[in-house]
């Protein structure tokens, strides 16, 4: 008996992978809005440095782009030394959350603190984790605390429905599209494949089929999947949902042990970098 339920709390902390297609639905038997499952958080995540050439490859996404378009890219790394502590913290580096080898720049404020959550629509940890991260914010995050999300790229699949977020965005409807997005998904199964449907999807929100494809194909929504994916890769996000602290810590419910511990973590981290300032 202690060996099937240790099996069983092993499968709850799993995530979506980068490895996961769109071809393969959510869940058949997801957890219901009213009443969702504790979601797990990727398990692993390469401990590999960048090399020069990496960071060249990511510089050069930027190039050539009007100077407004490329103001909203800030992908200059900066150096951020192995953190040591003089005494021992209730959280620790590597085992709830990992320290990553350069901060990543950000879009918070001075004095502020950015959460930056990373999810995929078709990712129905990233469903059943939504309630308890509104729940979280209704709550009231810490003062410092700027929270924002980013659409994961992580493989083509996945790419249709971060072009539906920015989309989404851009039109001015992304309150609410957003949740309505992850219900559509994940518990009506229609999977949204497809531009086509993605425009059928949107005219229920007032918004024309030549507003939605003009939009989704723009210039402006290319460039902020092209950003989301350089952000990806130097997080060194496998799996998501995943959570970003101010570009230099990233954690999730697996290394925190459960969803409660996760906003915990959270908090930890935004107060220790708000200590910094």
């Given at each position: 008996?202690?060996?099937?339920?240790?099996?069983c709390l092993l499968t709850c902390l799993t995530a979506c992978s980068k490895d996961d297609q769109a071809s393969s639905a959510p869940d058949p038997s997801p957890p219901a809005a009213e009443a969702p499952a504790v979601v797990a958080?990727?398990?692993?995540?390469?401990?590999a440095t960048e090399t020069p050439a990496d960071i060249a490859e990511d510089m050069t996404e930027t190039a050539g782009l009007p100077e407004d378009e490329a103001a909203e890219q800030p992908l200059q790394l900066a150096n951020v030394e192995t953190e040591t502590e003089s005494a021992p913290e209730r959280f620790e580096q590597g085992r709830h959350y990992e320290l990553l080898t350069a901060a990543q720049p950000t879009g918070a404020a001075p004095g502020e603190v950015?959460?930056?959550?990373?999810?995929?629509?078709?990712?129905?940890?990233?469903?059943t984790l939504e309630p308890?991260?509104?729940g979280w914010l209704d709550d009231g995050i810490p003062a410092a605390a700027r929270f924002d999300r980013m659409p994961a790229t992580l493989n083509r699949s996945w790419q249709i429905?971060?072009?539906?977020?920015?989309?989404?965005e851009a039109l001015g409807i992304l309150d609410?599209?957003?949740?309505?997005?992850f219900r559509?998904?994940?518990?009506?199964?229609?999977?949204?494949s497809t531009p086509e449907q993605l425009a059928e999807f949107f005219s229920a929100f007032g918004v024309s089929e030549a507003d939605f494809t003009e939009t989704f194909n723009s210039f402006a929504v290319q460039t902020k999947l092209?950003?989301?994916?350089?952000?990806?890769?130097?997080?060194?996000?496998?799996?998501?949902?995943?959570?970003?602290?101010n570009g230099k810590y990233v954690t999730g419910a697996d290394m925190a042990g459960s969803v409660d511990g996760l906003f915990e973590v959270i908090d930890f981290l935004v107060e220790k970098e708000t200590n910094r300032q």
């Open positions: 008996m202690r060996t099937f339920i240790a099996l958080e990727q398990a692993q995540r390469p401990p950015e959460v930056l959550e990373i999810f995929w629509y078709g990712c129905p940890h990233c469903y308890h991260l509104q429905h971060a072009r539906a977020y920015y989309t989404a609410q599209v957003h949740p309505a997005l559509e998904i994940n518990v009506n199964r229609n999977f949204l092209r950003r989301s994916d350089s952000l990806a890769r130097r997080y060194r996000i496998t799996g998501v949902p995943a959570i970003v602290v």
